[in-house]
């Protein structure tokens, strides 16, 4: 029998449509760029690079689910292995690995060596504060919302601020199951 | 965008766009309810209003999964009928037959609910309702002007799904 999910994303990312990682990478950094002339609170860019994530991974999440034929995701565990190793890959081209798992097995933090977002990014002394690439963290909790799993996903450690990897927390608040959404007097 | 007569949350079903079509309809679901999509190829006969009928078909499904998972003599859990599952959690049921139609049914960890009613002959459907899956994603998921959980208004993936359903066998 197959197994419940596949174990890592290379033959997805064969398969999918590739665009020239230059092209993502500049793109980013103009939407960034422009979020800062606008809104000049660092806080502020923030919060909006982040909704914009939790916009993007609400519909990501099915192009996920849809490419990878996962039909599963009840266990927290087996979902941070899939996001490391399938979803980071799938999309963005490299893995990332899971550590730090916490006793209850709630919390646990994704490991990026490599991330093609920051390439050729230095952050100056007036953009102290800003987590550069937090659409990512919007990412992961749109798409694990879409699954029935509340969470909370925030930066642990940054390259851009002198840490030597990017270490995103995720941390499982609780998974909400489907409930019948019609009132029963209807 | 414009909404043509009915709700909001229901469209109002289209013409039959071909006969001799080997579906009768489809329906689809997100994990709201919400009856993102209704197209009709072959129903002669209509006896509730769309709204009821949207309701009527999640709730059928929302119990008969229910159902299904705690009747698994497989599966050591206890829980009691009623329980909310978690995308994945026990069985997964996939068609029911009568001597009038088959019902195919599909459902995505995201909540995502495929229902295609078909002829009763019609083999497993689970590999078209994966591909149709896919269409969705492709066309409407995709497409930036789409606001998750709105009826789908996309005329691209309409052709493209009775296109692909005409030819199912």
């Known amino acids: ?186 | 965008m414009q909404f043509f007569g009915g709700s909001e949350i229901s469209p109002s079903p289209p013409l039959p766009t071909a006969s001799g079509n080997n579906a009768h309809m489809m329906y689809i679901f997100n994990r709201n309810g919400v009856c993102l999509l209704y197209r009709e190829w072959n129903r002669p006969l209509r006896t509730l209003d769309s709204n009821q009928d949207h309701k009527l078909m999640f709730g059928l499904l929302f119990s008969l999964k229910s159902l299904t998972a705690k009747m698994d003599p497989s599966s050591a859990e206890k829980g009691n009928l009623g329980v909310p599952q978690l995308p994945g959690q026990g069985c997964s049921f996939h068609s029911f037959r009568t001597n009038t139609y088959k019902l195919s049914f599909m459902e995505s960890p995201s909540g995502i609910k495929i229902i295609l009613v078909t002829h009763p002959k019609a083999s497993d459907l689970r590999e078209s309702l994966k591909y149709i899956y896919n269409l969705y994603v492709e066309y409407v998921v995709k497409n930036p002007l789409y606001t998750p959980g709105t009826p789908i208004r996309s005329e691209l993936f309409n052709t493209t799904l009775d296109q692909y359903v005409r030819g199912l066998g």
């Open chain 1, 1 to 186: 029998m197959a197994p419940a999910f596949p174990r890592s994303g290379d033959a997805i990312f064969a398969n999918v449509e590739r665009v020239n990682a230059e092209l993502l990478t500049l793109t980013y950094g103009a939407i960034v760029r422009q979020l800062l002339t606008d809104l000049e609170e660092v806080e502020e860019v923030n919060k909006q690079l982040d909704q914009m994530g939790y916009n993007i991974g609400i519909r990501l999440i099915d192009e996920f689910l849809a490419k990878s034929n996962i039909t599963r995701c009840v266990d927290f565990r087996e979902t941070a292995e899939v996001i490391a190793k399938v979803g980071f890959k799938m999309f963005l081209g490299v893995t990332a690995s899971v550590t730090s798992w916490d006793t209850e097995g709630t919390c646990c933090s994704l490991l990026l060596e490599d991330n093609p977002l920051v390439d050729f990014v230095e952050l100056p002394d007036t953009c102290q504060g800003l987590y550069y690439c937090n659409i990512l963290s919007g990412v992961v909790r749109g798409a694990l919302e879409m699954v029935s799993m509340k969470t909370e996903v925030t930066w642990v450690k940054d390259m851009l601020r002198g840490d030597d990897a990017f270490e995103l927390q995720v941390k499982l608040l609780k998974q909400v199951p489907e409930e019948y959404p019609y009132k029963d007097d209807e």
